[in-house]
């Protein structure tokens, strides 16, 4: 758990907090990449996004997809045989349209419904596929806890924590070389308001898991929650840049240097040093 967390962002638009999410730029809209896509073109490295649309923290990577279930027809194979055919001259149209069909043929065996557990299982079965994408990203909603936040924030962490059991167990001894990062485009306020919620704060939490993680920890330079110590009176203050916590994972499980990370992934970034990954020799034993 990293407390006291929070992108540059500090004013309170959805819109804009998720672009500077996703982007991982100083400011919104300053970047029109994913710093996800920026490390996996870095790495030349692929990725699944489980969403119906391609997520902007995906974009500048060339071997990034998306998927989603549905209930639609199959695919017209003599048709596909003939435009692979029609391409077969082109290097470049010939390699994309022979990566789409790869994609086609995992998420045809792909099965189970929409909600976040049976996503995130089936997330877990395309990374443990030999053929299947490095990463992959989720994304669930209902967060935006303005009223009754002690009864839905029961439902909506049991939801999560069901999720990632079952990334889990999908993964199996893949586990081992895993990085699991959990995060918001906002923190919560403080305190409560009159209809028992909260409203759109500023520092909040990530959670990083997984079996390359040196797990067990709580790390926080912690600000406190006395009134004089809230950032505008009524928000956790910030201490630590959310994309300081993301920038050491990349640098590990991508095989990047600290100077593509900093120049690259997240521009202009201050380099903190943030023990998050576990020693080789650990990580061996542990497998």
């Excluded at 994913?34 to 969403?51: F, K, P």
């Excluded at 596909?80 to 390699?95: I, N, T």
Aim: net charge neutral; proline share 4%.
């Amino acid at each position: 758990m990293v407390h006291a967390v929070a992108s540059p962002y500090r004013e309170r638009s959805h819109f804009d907090a998720q672009q500077l999410l996703e982007s991982g730029g100083e400011r919104p809209f300053a970047l029109d990449t994913g710093w996800l896509g920026r490390a996996l073109q870095l790495g030349g490295h692929s990725a699944m996004a489980i969403t119906a649309a391609m997520p902007l923290a995906l974009r500048g990577a060339q071997a990034a997809s998306t998927w989603t279930p549905d209930r639609r027809k199959g695919l017209d194979q003599d048709l596909m045989s003939r435009v692979s055919q029609m391409y077969q001259d082109d290097p470049q149209l010939a390699a994309a349209f022979a990566q789409a069909m790869g994609q086609q043929d995992m998420a045809s065996a792909a099965h189970g419904g929409a909600g976040f557990e049976s996503l995130a299982g089936q997330a877990g079965r395309f990374l443990a596929d030999p053929k299947g994408p490095r990463v992959a990203w989720l994304e669930t909603t209902g967060w935006d806890t303005h009223a009754n936040q002690a009864m839905r924030l029961g439902r909506l962490l049991k939801g999560l924590d069901d999720g990632l059991a079952s990334l889990r167990q999908e993964l199996g001894a893949h586990w081992a070389n895993t990085v699991v990062l959990v995060l918001t485009e906002f923190g919560r306020s403080a305190a409560f308001n009159g209809t028992g919620g909260t409203d759109h704060g500023t520092g909040g939490v990530a959670w990083v898991a997984g079996g390359a993680v040196a797990g067990g920890k709580v790390l926080a330079d912690w600000p406190g929650l006395a009134r004089g110590q809230l950032l505008d009176g009524r928000d956790l203050r910030p201490t630590l840049d959310l994309r300081a916590v993301i920038a050491p994972l990349v640098e590990h499980q991508f095989g990047l240097s600290a100077a593509q990370v900093h120049t690259f992934v997240f521009p202009n970034l201050v380099r903190r040093n943030i023990e998050l990954m576990r020693s080789p020799d650990v990580r061996s034993r542990s497998t």
